[in-house]
């Protein structure tokens, strides 16, 4: 599988991964301290070829996320579930830790930000489906986003991935849906 645009990852652990199971080119992060000129470089790749950004689904796997989105508009993004990204002593995660099938899946089903979509979800209809507030709101957001392929958020960062991947309200009802009917089948 060949890859056009230049994946951007966190080290050299995940451009060892993603050469492992797809034909590309990456830029390293080298970790959440994105500099300017890492940032620059980005910003050419997006120009030239696009950007899909492969980050580790921790939370310093998506702070560099946010910055390079709010530094290079117009990114694709590729998410991992944290299961596929588990270490074999299930202590660390990380792209790198990944099989060549799950990296080629999350990459199949590569998401396009775009910021000019009216999304008909609100903040009501996270607060109804029990995704912001309450003792299951975490779990059900963490199953949501595997079901979406918008990768783990946070409640706020939940409804921005909404409107940025451009879901919308019949996906977001039917994989709510998903999420509540397992919770169901598991009680």
Known sequence: MKIKEIIVV?????????KRAVDADTIETNGSAVNQDVLETIKHAQQVRGVIVFTDPDYPGERIRKIVANAVPGCKHAFLPKKEALAKSGKKIGVEHATPEAIRKALEEVK????????????????????IGGSKAKERREKLGVLLKIGYTNGKQLYKRLQMFQITKVAFDEAVEKVLQGERQSD
Do not use: P
Not at 115 to 130: M, N, P, R, T, V
């Open 10 to 18: 966190e080290g050299k652990d995940d451009t060892v991964a993603i």
């Open 112 to 131: 396009q930000e775009r910021e000019d979509f009216d999304s008909d979800i609100d903040l009501d209809a996270l607060i109804e489906a029990g995704l």
